[in-house]
Nanobody, 112 residues
Framework: EAQLVESGGGLVQAGGSLRLSCAASGFPFVHYHMYWARQAPGKAVEWVATFTQDGKQTYADSVKGRFTIGRDNAKNTLSLQMNSLSPEDTAVYFC??????RGQGTQVIVSS
């Protein structure tokens, strides 16, 4: 069964950092574009970052320069290093692949 499982969320003060991880299984991870997205309470899903199968990384303007997406094809994992967090980054973060498979998400709360 194909699945994605996120971890690493939590409560952090503004200006702090968190590192999220996404463990993939049941599908050929190396052949997929992978994404991080987030959804804040009462808001639509927002794309955060992409790591393509050929190594290209792109970011939403709202996180550029603060977040770094990573990928380890040997371990079938996707990561998101988040620095200089602000309350506006509070959301459920989830990873998904280019087939639309997504994980259950991990909650990030940034206190002011």
């Amino acid at each position: 069964e194909a699945q994605l499982v996120e971890s690493g969320g939590g409560l952090v003060q503004a200006g702090g950092s968190l590192r999220l991880s996404c463990a993939a299984s049941g599908f050929p991870f190396v052949h997929y574009h992978m994404y991080w997205a987030r959804q804040a309470p009462g808001k639509a899903v927002e794309w955060v970052a992409t790591f393509t199968q050929d190594g290209k990384q792109t970011y939403a303007d709202s996180v550029k320069g603060r977040f770094t997406i990573g990928r380890d094809n040997a371990k079938n994992t996707l990561s998101l290093q988040m620095n200089s967090l602000s309350p506006e980054d509070t959301a459920v973060y989830f990873c998904h692949n280019s087939d639309g498979l997504r994980g259950q998400g991990t909650q990030v709360i940034v206190s002011s």
